[in-house]
C-alpha cells in the first residue's frame, strides 16, 4: 500500500466514494467510549458549521416569516406575507421564469455537447490529453474573468462572434443589449463554462461499460449508430440522469457570470433567482424578504434532490 | 486495402478533425484574451477582427496594475485563499480522522448528517452568515472571508473515504508505542493521504480564489478587494478598454491556469467526487 502509486491509491478514493463503501469497525478488539477525543477532533468544524450553515439555515427560514431590515434591529412577525407578496410580484415570476430558461436552454445543449465530445475522446484519437485539457480549461477559471471575456466576444461591432457568425452569413446580432439576444449569450456562456464537467463525468460512465457488449454487437453486424443507441445511450442512462439532476440544481444557482455578463439585464431579462435574492437582501435590505426567495429556490432544489435520490433507487440497477 | 478499411480510417480522419476544431472553438476565447491584453486600442478596434497585434505591447500589464491595484487584490486573494486551504486541511483531516477511525456513538447519524449539508444552497445560508460576521463586527475584514470557510463537508467527506483504505495495522503498531491518537493522524495518516491532501487542497484553493459572490457581500473597502471583486469592478470602470480589460482577465485567471496545467488530475479528481459545484 505505502509503495502504491498515487494513481493507484486515488483509483481507490473513487472505488470507496460511497457512503456505504468503507466497513469501519475496528477489526479486534473493538474501542469504545472515543466519544471524548472524537468531540475533540470535530469540535472545529462542529463550531464553524454550527455559526455557518446550521444556525443560518434554521434563521433563514425564521426570517423568512418577518419583516426586517437588519439596521433597524425590529423584527416584527408577519407570518407568510412574504411569500404572499412574492407569488403576486410580477417581477418575482419573470425571474423565476429566466431561470427557468437558462437551465432549460443550457441543459440540453450542455448534455449533448459534452457527450459527443466524451464519446469521441473514448475512442482511439490522438492527443488525448491535450484535447481533454481543452475542454476542461473553461472550467476551472474564475467566472468573473470568464464572463469579461465574454463581453468583449460579443461586441457588436468589433466582436469574434459576430465575425465569426458573419462567415456564414448571419447578420450581427446585438447579443447584450437585446433582450432575448442576451439570455441567449448568456446559455451560450454558461454551456461553455461547465460542459467540461459533464464531459468528465460521461467519460467515467462511458469506462464503466464493458468492452465486451460492443464486440457481441460487432459479431452481430451492429454498425457505430446502432451500437451507439442501443448499447451506450441505455446504459449510460444513470449516470446521464445523475447529470441532468446536478445540472438543474447548479443552472438554479447562476449569479456570478450573470451578475458580470449582463448584470441582470437588459431590462431584466437575465435576471435570475440568485440574483433576485441577493439584490432584495443586500441593496435593498429586505433580509425577511429575501430569506423567504431563498428558501423557494431551496424547496425546488430539494424536490429535484428527492426526485433523484427515489430514481437512483429504483433504476440504477436495472441496466447492465 | 480494403474499401472497409478505407472507410474506417477516413471516417477516423474526420473524428480528430472534428475533435480538434471543437478544442479550438473552446480555447478561442482563452487565445483572444491573450492576443487582445497586448493590443492597443488601434488594433483592438477593426474589423475584420485580427488575431495578431501589429506591436505586441506588454506594456498594457503595467497599464493595468496602475490602473488599479492589482498588486494589492493579487496579495489579498493569495493570502485568504492559502489560508483557508491550510485551515481545511487541518479541520477536515481531524473531522475525517473522528469519523474513520473512532467509535462513537452517533457516528453515522452525524456524518451523514454532515453530507446533507451538501444540499444546502448557497443563498440559503448567505443572509444570516453576514449577519453573524456583522454582529461578530467582522464585515469588511479578512475574518469575513476566511472564518466561514475553514470547515468543509466535502473535504471531510473526501480524507475520510481515503483514510478508511489505509490498513489499521500501520496504526496499531503505533499505538502499542504508547502513541496518541493526535500522534497516529499526524505521524502516520497524513503522510500516506498526500494524494488525497493535494486534490483538497487544490480544489480549495480554486474555489477560493475564485470566488466572487462572498468578496462581493462581505467587502468594502478597497484594500480587502480580492482580485475576482477588483476585476468586476474595473469592469464597470474600464467599460470597453479591451486591451486592460483583458489583461486583467489574464491576470485573474492565470495562476489557476497554470496549477491546472501542471495538476490536472486532481482538478479533475476534485470536480468528480464534488459532483457538480461551481
Known amino acids: 500500500m505505502i509503495s502504491t502509486s498515487p494513481e493507484v491509491q486515488e483509483e481507490k478514493l473513487i472505488l470507496a466514494s460511497s457512503i456505504k463503501g468503507g466497513k469501519n469497525k475496528l477489526h479486534g478488539k473493538e474501542k469504545k467510549g472515543d466519544l471524548l477525543p472524537a468531540l475533540l477532533f470535530l469540535s472545529p468544524t462542529l463550531i464553524i458549521f454550527t455559526t455557518f450553515i446550521l444556525f443560518p439555515v434554521f434563521f433563514s427560514f425564521y426570517l423568512s416569516f418577518h419583516e426586517w431590515n437588519m439596521f433597524s434591529g425590529e423584527t416584527t412577525f408577519i407570518g407568510i406575507d412574504n411569500y404572499v407578496r412574492m407569488f403576486n410580484n410580477e417581477e418575482f415570476w419573470e425571474v423565476f421564469k429566466n431561470t427557468a430558461i437558462y437551465t432549460f436552454g443550457t441543459i440540453p445543449l450542455n448534455m449533448c455537447f459534452s457527450l459527443l465530445v466524451a464519446y469521441i475522446l473514448h475512442k482511439k484519437i490522438m492527443g488525448k490529453k491535450l484535447l481533454r485539457t481543452a475542454f476542461f480549461a473553461p472550467v476551472v477559471i474564475s467566472p468573473v474573468a470568464a464572463a469579461v471575456i465574454w463581453r468583449w466576444m460579443y461586441d457588436p461591432n468589433f466582436g469574434l462572434i459576430n465575425y465569426s457568425i458573419g462567415i456564414f452569413g448571419i447578420d450581427p446580432i446585438n447579443w447584450l443589449n437585446d433582450p432575448v439576444a442576451a439570455m441567449a449569450a448568456l446559455i451560450i456562456m454558461g454551456v461553455w463554462k461547465t460542459f467540461g464537467i459533464n464531459m468528465v463525468l460521461f467519460s467515467a460512465g462511458l469506462q464503466a461499460i464493458p468492452e465486451h457488449y460492443y464486440e457481441a454487437a460487432q459479431i452481430d453486424g451492429a454498425n457505430q449508430w446502432t451500437k451507439f443507441w442501443n448499447i451506450t445511450v441505455p446504459l449510460l442512462a444513470p449516470t446521464t440522469f445523475f447529470i441532468m439532476v446536478m445540472s438543474i440544481i447548479s443552472s438554479f444557482q447562476v449569479f456570478d457570470i450573470v451578475y458580470v455578463l449582463t448584470s441582470g439585464g437588459p431590462l431584466g431579462a437575465t435576471k435570475v433567482l440568485v440574483f433576485y435574492v441577493y439584490e432584495h437582501a443586500f441593496k435593498f435590505f429586505n433580509m425577511g424578504y429575501a430569506s423567504a426567495a431563498g428558501y423557494v429556490l431551496f424547496a425546488i432544489l430539494f424536490a429535484i434532490t428527492l426526485l433523484q435520490v427515489k430514481y437512483m433507487k429504483n433504476k440504477v440497477y436495472t441496466f447492465g | ?278
Open chain 2, 1 to 278: 486495402m480494403s474499401a472497409a478499411k478505407i472507410g474506417s480510417i477516413s471516417k477516423s480522419f474526420l473524428e480528430h478533425i472534428f475533435i480538434y476544431i471543437l478544442a479550438f472553438i473552446t480555447i478561442a476565447p482563452f487565445i483572444w484574451m491573450f492576443l487582445t491584453s497586448v493590443k492597443d486600442m488601434a488594433d483592438i478596434y477593426v474589423y475584420p477582427p485580427q488575431w495578431l497585434p501589429s506591436v505586441f505591447h506588454f506594456d498594457n500589464y503595467i497599464k493595468v496594475f496602475e490602473a488599479a491595484p492589482f498588486a494589492r487584490y493579487y496579495m489579498n486573494s493569495f493570502f485568504v485563499a492559502a489560508v483557508v486551504t491550510l485551515g481545511q486541511l487541518i479541520t477536515c483531516s481531524l473531522a475525517a480522522y473522528a469519523f474513520a477511525r473512532l467509535n462513537f456513538k452517533g457516528r453515522n447519524t452525524l456524518f451523514l448528517l454532515f453530507l446533507g449539508t451538501m444540499m444546502i444552497p448557497y443563498n440559503v445560508t448567505m443572509i444570516p452568515s453576514f449577519m453573524v460576521l456583522y454582529w461578530l463586527g467582522w464585515v469588511d475584514t479578512y475574518q469575513a472571508l476566511i472564518v466561514p470557510g475553514l470547515a468543509s463537508a466535502f473535504g471531510t467527506f473526501l480524507l475520510r473515504q481515503f483514510f478508511i483504505t489505509i490498513p489499521k495495522e500501520l496504526e496499531e503498531a503505533a499505538y502499542l508505542d504508547g502513541a496518541s491518537k493526535f500522534t497516529v493522524l499526524k505521524k502516520i495518516i497524513i503522510p500516506l493521504s498526500k494524494p488525497a491532501l493535494a486534490t483538497l487542497a487544490i480544489f480549495t484553493f480554486m474555489g477560493v480564489f475564485n470566488d466572487f459572490i462572498w468578496a462581493l457581500i462581505v467587502l468594502n473597502s478597497e484594500d480587502l478587494r480580492t482580485v475576482q471583486l477588483g476585476l468586476a469592478i474595473f469592469r464597470d470602470r474600464y467599460l470597453t478598454q479591451w486591451d486592460l480589460l483583458m489583461a486583467g482577465s489574464v491576470t485573474a485567471v492565470m495562476p489557476i491556469l497554470l496549477v491546472f496545467f501542471f495538476a490536472q488530475k486532481y482538478f479533475i479528481k476534485g470536480i468528480t467526487l464534488s459532483g457538480l459545484k461551481d
